[in-house]
């Protein structure tokens, strides 16, 4: 690959493949990705697994179903690290030409003998410079058997400033840095330069990740203005906190994911939330892709922390699925009941009871839980049978059993004979509605009892309501 020579916006999204892909890794995905295509440039996939100990395919395969469940497509890639050591291997061989790195042959023991008298100093620990060439100086003598790292030489003097497009502006005094190893001795490039080469290399303008990258940040710059790169602008996003206000972890967002599938959310709940993650649009909330892409600028995120809501996804989740098909989540869940070893051949139609119950629950594995007492047996709790399911609503169930045997199975019809039970045995709609919903799902509360009757069928209402009756 040549240095690309970019005439549009191309961002990238580089994740290391040493476990899923998690909520805040999303984020930058979705920004890194909507900032290409709102501005009609490209967005690069890259898979940094240099971590031979860590990366593993399952990791890569994981990252790769998170961005395809999200549908954030990439226009190129993906492209992945280890497949390009000759090229770092080739511009590492430049640097060492130019005399802009050197090779260093202290042993790590010496290192650390190094940082404990400089501690010992009161000063910062840092490698102090001893196998850098210089005019005059005179290089210690090269050890037998000693395959040397390579380390970058950092500018000494003066410092490094980028207007970060999030935080402002930042600078850092080059004497804060040390010289970066950038080849192990066995060779292998390491991550601050490898990710140089490859933006170079790829064209990338724009470069939106987390701020945990901040440091490396004035290293990178260094080590793209010795190339003759041009330096990329940078957007450090600032991190996401759990809904208690501290760092996220997996008990609150920092899953998998590919888990929100499985939790029942829908990937453009996902997006819409993870979107208004420290940025926004005036007091917009809900809002589609499209719209997304169209308002999205770097210039709308906040520097400060973002705080993970489940309540407000939940929220959120729940209004797509209202907003959904019947047709569309009785596909989904159908998917989730076989899961469960459950046949939706074997009962009423699902989109039908799509239309119940989507109104009512924030997740489609709710969905799927408040559906599947129609296809499978029911034992509704003592506790409930005790409360609701008394001798005299069993005795005006008896009566509605005989009529529900011989009216037409419709709503309006059903609504009626409900309505003569309970005026005959001189009971209000709840004495009656909610004993039904006991039998018939194992719930006291559903959709409209007579939707639900309707929905169920006369076979298996009647199948469900007369062992209770005798």
């Not at 290409?36 to 890259?46: I, M, Y």
């Not at 991190?239 to 920092?254: T, V, W, Y």
């Not at 929100?260 to 939330?273: F, K, Q, R, S, T």
């Not at 069993?394 to 004979?417: G, M, P, T, Y």
């Amino acid at each position: 690959m040549t240095s690309a020579k970019p005439s549009t916006i191309r961002t990238r999204f580089a994740p290391s493949p040493t476990g899923y892909l998690h909520i805040g890794g999303a984020r930058t995905a979705l920004f890194s990705w909507a900032f290409a295509r709102h501005h009609g440039g490209q967005f690069v996939l890259r898979i940094e697994d240099t971590d031979l100990e860590r990366s593993t395919p399952e990791a890569v395969q994981a990252i790769l179903d998170g961005m395809a469940w999200l549908d954030l497509d990439h226009d190129e890639g993906p492209f992945y690290q280890m497949q390009r050591m000759d090229r770092y291997r080739e511009v590492i061989g430049e640097l060492l030409d130019k005399g802009l790195a050197y090779k260093c042959y202290a042993s790590p023991e010496e290192l650390d003998a190094m940082r404990e008298e400089q501690r010992a100093r009161g000063e910062k620990p840092r490698y102090d410079g001893r196998w850098r060439p210089a005019p005059g100086k005179t290089l210690p003598d090269v050890p037998a058997g000693v395959d040397p790292v390579i380390r970058f030489c950092n500018p000494t003097e003066g410092s490094v400033a980028w207007d970060d497009l999030v935080k402002g502006r930042i600078e850092i005094s080059n004497a804060e840095m040390d010289d970066l190893i950038i080849a192990r001795p066995d060779g292998t490039p390491t991550y601050n330069f490898c990710v140089v080469v490859d933006d170079w290399d790829m064209g990338i303008t724009h470069v939106i990740r987390g701020d945990d990258h901040v440091n490396n940040t004035p290293r990178q710059i260094n080590i793209l203005r010795a190339l003759g790169a041009e330096v990329p602008q940078y957007a450090h996003l600032s991190m996401i906190l759990g809904d208690d206000g501290q760092k996220l972890s997996k008990r609150h967002g920092a899953v998998s994911v590919t888990q929100y599938h499985d939790d029942g959310y829908l990937p453009e709940a996902v997006i819409n939330y993870l979107a208004r993650l420290g940025w926004s649009h005036g007091d917009d909330e809900v809002f589609s892709r499209e719209q997304f892409i169209d308002w999205f600028d770097l210039t709308n995120i906040t520097p400060s922390a973002a705080q993970f809501n489940t309540e407000k996804l939940n929220w959120l989740n729940g209004l797509y699925i209202k907003q959904s098909s019947d047709a569309a989540l009785a596909a989904d869940v159908s998917s989730r009941l076989a899961r469960r070893q459950v046949n939706p051949e074997d009962g009423p139609s699902l989109d039908a009871l799509m239309g119940l119950y989507k109104d009512r629950v924030a997740t489609l594995n709710e969905l799927a839980d408040a559906v599947e007492a129609f296809y499978v047996d029911v034992h509704p709790a003592q506790d409930l049978l005790d409360k609701h399911v008394t001798d005299e609503a069993r005795a005006a169930l008896r009566d509605l059993c005989e009529a529900f045997r011989s009216i037409e199975w419709v709503k309006e019809s059903l609504s009626a004979a409900i309505k003569e039970a309970m005026k005959s045995h001189g009971l209000k709609m709840p004495q009656v509605a909610i004993p039904l919903r006991v039998l018939l799902v194992g719930q006291p509360q559903t959709p409209s009892i007579d939707a639900v009757l309707e929905a169920m069928g006369r076979d298996r209402v009647l199948a469900r309501l007369t062992p209770y009756l005798a």
